[in-house]
Each structure stands twice: as structure tokens, then as C-alpha cells.
């Protein structure tokens, strides 16, 4: 008898935890503004979409975002905000738990450093900036996994500003340009992979302009005057 009412009491006591345990989230202020923990689960699953805490509807602390992976739940990114603003430092997760990238968000935009890891590593893959409206900005860094730089850039307002460069893996430069506002513009040289120059000329506006040399065995085997599109020089 005495064994029987300690059970009946545990139950009961299970019970109540549990639905005081539900009461305590998703719940609102007075205001009907989001307060405490709050969980969501994907449409018609047991499997949770996020959870995190509100303060009079403001997201504080870390905030847990999961994406469906064969029917169950994988953690797919953490959003830690502060009380101050809409601004936070966000990681993203692949499905086996390794980092893809990170960097700070304001809302749904990118802003600031961002950095991108190669495919199940450790080893950076992309190094970029962003401005307050969420486009690059500021140079952008693209490295091989064996940690050689693979692509300089230079942005402004999301479009190529400025010099870039391409390397190839053994860190042999392989071209280098110039961009105004997204189009080529300027000087551009062309290399091999041993570095010896193949061709070089100016850009206006993305397209060929002037005269443009080309090479063959380190030595200059053409020229091109590519606005009349006279051949000025041809080596026999």
C-alpha cells in the first residue's frame, strides 16, 4: 500500500513537472510581446526548428536553428544576441557538426568579417567583408587548403573595385587586373604557370581597348590594336 502511494506521487510529480515545464515556454508579456524560452518545431514533427530566449520580444543570449536531415533534427546554426541590438555573432554548422562559416549578422544581412572554412576542415577558405548593408565591401581573400592564396580582390558596394589577383597553387601569380565599379578597367596581364607574361593590355568598361601584346616563349609574337581591331604585328 505504502509502495503504491510512493508511485502514485511520483507520477503525479512527474505530471506537474512536466506541465509546468510546458507553461514556462512559449510564453508573452503583457504587452503580447515574446518572453522566456521559446521552441518551435517543424510543421506536424516532434523535430525542433529552433529555441532560444526572449526578453519583451527581443532575442538575447543564444538562439539554436536546426534544418531537417533525414527526418530528425541537425543543429545547423547559433545566433548569440545581445540586449543592445539586432546585431549577432553567428556560426553555421554542416551536418556533421563541423563549422562552414562565421561572422556577425544584422537581421538577415552579413556585416562585417566573414569567414568561410573548406569542406569538412578547419583550414580557411574565404576571408570577406561586408558594410551595414550587407554587401561586400573591402577586400576579399580566397586560399587553396594548403593555406596559398588563391584570389585577391577588392570591393566597393558589391562590385569589384580596385586591383585583383589569381595565383595558382605553387603561388604563381596567373593574372592581374584592374576594376572600376564592377567592369574591367585598366591594365590586365596575363601569365603561365611557369609566370612568363601571355598577354597584357587595357580594359575600358570590360572590353579590349588599345593595343594589346601577345606572347609566346617569353617573346612578343603579336600585336592587336583591339579598338580598330588591326593587327599591327604578327612574328612569322
Keep these: 500500500m505504502v509502495k503504491q502511494k510512493i508511485y502514485s506521487l511520483f507520477i503525479l510529480t512527474v505530471f506537474l513537472t512536466t506541465a509546468n515545464a510546458q507553461k514556462s515556454v512559449n510564453q508573452f508579456d503583457k504587452n503580447g510581446k515574446r518572453h522566456g524560452i521559446w521552441t518551435k518545431n517543424y510543421h ?74 573548406h569542406k569538412n576542415s578547419t583550414d580557411i577558405m574565404i576571408k570577406e567583408y561586408y558594410n551595414e548593408d550587407g554587401v561586400l565591401d573591402g577586400k576579399r581573400i580566397v586560399f587553396f587548403k594548403n593555406g596559398k592564396v588563391a584570389e585577391s580582390a577588392n570591393y566597393k558596394n558589391g562590385e569589384l ?52 601584346k601577345y606572347y609566346k616563349a617569353g617573346e612578343l609574337h603579336k600585336k592587336i590594336d583591339h579598338t580598330t581591331g588591326e593587327i599591327i604585328f604578327k612574328k612569322e
Excluded at 50 to 63: A, I
Excluded at 89 to 114: E, H, L, Y
Design 44 to 117: 506536424k514533427t516532434d523535430q525542433k526548428r529552433y529555441e532560444g530566449t526572449f526578453v519583451h520580444g527581443k532575442e538575447v543570449d543564444s538562439f539554436k536553428y536546426y534544418t531537417l536531415s533525414s527526418g530528425k533534427s541537425v543543429l545547423s546554426a547559433v545566433k548569440v544576441f545581445n540586449e543592445k541590438d539586432s546585431i549577432a555573432d553567428v556560426t553555421f554548422f554542416s551536418s556533421t557538426k563541423k563549422v562552414i562559416s562565421k561572422g556577425k549578422m544584422n537581421g538577415k544581412r552579413f556585416i562585417g568579417q566573414w569567414i568561410f572554412y
Design 161 to 212: 573595385h580596385g586591383e585583383s589577383k589569381w595565383y595558382s597553387e605553387q603561388n604563381v601569380l596567373l593574372r592581374h587586373a584592374q576594376y572600376k565599379d564592377g567592369h574591367l578597367e585598366g591594365k590586365t596581364i596575363h601569365y603561365n604557370s611557369e609566370g612568363d607574361v601571355v598577354s597584357e593590355g587595357n580594359y575600358k568598361k570590360s572590353k579590349k581597348d588599345g593595343i594589346w
